[in-house]
């Protein structure tokens, strides 16, 4: 109870108020929500990507002072062809408000959904009152409704003059923010605090540490032949991909946290052709930094060895685009500021760890405290039974905003660190 009276020590009387003013937009935000679910965003759909942007650009646009698009570099991914493809991607879009002032925040979330151009789950149903049943609108469009309702309530005030800020909307967060993460990093290492708008776990708790993450593809080489007549001129790389995926298998739990899952293969033609090309995709999740250049070798050693079997050529394509989101001293303080807040607004709020990975873990890889599900509520996310839970379009908008304030009015949880650049 003293953290709930603490937080509001010095915050002004009509704190509340603004919150207040919230609310009074939550049917028009439903409303916003439906029509953007509607337009495809796939990562894969630059076209889709780009009209949601425009769509906030309108919005963010109005309540910062620079406003930049940026177009990125197509991403590059091998193929099932075993060739390397450059996929295009949608653009990014970055606002800026009061760069110049003591303190200065990141908020991002990503413009992208899992569910591909010709997906048939395209269209918003009502399930009740409370629910919706909608591609993306838990992950992450009704989040970026949420931070967009934060920040205007923020520049509502007449508070906000000590605080600055930075939005980042990316195109590729799905597909591990390849291209997207280098202005994250660069403007993680510009800011104070990181907050990111991935939906809430489904009990409405924040995810704390997170594993790392890497993507990798390879393909596997051998020589065709005829299985009938002459099997013994065929290097069959079906074979040889099996044994060199269970080999791999063996990683699993070979560090502490370590998982690797071998999710996709392709190959063949037909059963009496001996194949020459298997091209298989795996994950890999770890728990501490180093672990990642000890996959790299250990994996690295595997492919070396099957590379010496004649007749076989064997490469890997990919990386560990994501480092693990460890919880120091900065997060702790973090996360316990916005747990008094929330529990201020009548709604208590606790964190757990979690396997999965988003750009929280590029923003605390570059040493900025971050909280990464500020989002809205909902569950079943990356998949066609995907809901957000209506009302936490405004009980989350008004979290993150009470934690605005109280930052603007009171400063960070923690002592600034002196080694931060500042832009
Ligand atoms: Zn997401």
């Known amino acids: 109870m003293n953290a709930v009276n603490n937080i509001m020590q010095g915050m002004p009387a009509d704190t509340s108020k603004y919150l ?4 009074a937009h939550q049917l028009l935000r439903e409303r916003e929500l439906i029509h953007l679910v509607e337009i495809n965003s796939s990562s894969l759909n630059p076209q889709g990507i780009n009209a949601v942007g425009k769509w906030f650009e309108h919005k963010f646009s109005a309540i910062s002072q620079t406003s930049e698009r940026i177009h990125l570099p197509a991403w590059q991914r091998m193929g099932f062809d075993g060739e390397i493809q450059q996929q295009p991607l949608g653009d990014l879009w970055r606002f800026k408000q009061r760069p110049q002032a003591k303190y200065q925040i990141l908020l991002t979330g990503h413009l992208d959904t899992v569910f591909p151009i010709d997906s048939a789950f395209n269209k918003a149903v009502q399930l009740d009152q409370m629910r919706l049943n909608a591609p993306g609108a838990a992950d992450m469009k009704g989040g ?14 007449p508070y906000a003059h000590q605080l600055g800020w930075t939005v980042i909307l990316n195109p590729d967060e799905e597909i591990g923010s390849p291209q997207s993460a ?11 605090i990181g907050l990111i708008y991935e939906p809430a776990l489904p009990d409405g708790n924040l995810a704390g540490e997170r594993k790392g993450s890497g993507n990798f593809s390879c393909s596997v080489r051998g020589r065709a032949a005829h299985a009938g007549r002459e099997p013994e001129k ?3 790389a079906i074979n040889k991909a099996a044994e060199l995926i269970l080999e791999l298998a063996q990683l699993n739990g070979a560090r502490r946290g370590l998982t690797l899952n071998t999710g ?6 037909t059963t009496n052709k001996v194949p020459d090309l298997a091209v298989f995709k795996f994950n890999i999740r770890i728990e501490q930094p180093n672990d990642a250049t000890w996959c790299k070798q250990r994996i690295e050693q595997l492919i070396n060895k099957h590379n010496q079997t004649e007749g076989y050529n064997i490469s890997l394509h990919g990386e560990f685009g994501r480092m693990p989101k460890i919880m120091d001293n900065c997060h702790h303080a973090l996360y316990t500021l916005l747990q008094q807040c929330s529990q201020k607004l009548g709604t208590p709020l606790n964190w757990q760890a979690t396997g999965g990975c988003c750009d929280g873990n590029n923003l605390s890889a570059a040493g900025l405290p971050n909280i990464d599900t500020l989002g809205v509520l909902g569950n079943f996310i990356h998949s066609h039974n995907e809901i957000i839970e209506l009302p936490s379009l405004t009980d989350r908008a008004q979290l993150s905003a009470l934690l605005l304030l109280y930052i603007a009015i009171n400063g960070l949880p923690f002592s600034h660190q002196p080694s931060k650049p500042r832009g």
């Open 234 to 236: 065929g290097r069959n």
């Open 182 to 192: 280098n202005y994250l990093e660069h403007e993680a290492k510009q800011h104070d």
């Open 144 to 157: 970026l409704l949420v931070m967009l309702a934060a920040l205007e309530c923020l520049e509502n005030t």
């Open 264 to 269: 996709m293969i392709q190959s063949g033609e």
């Open 20 to 23: 207040t003013q919230i609310s």
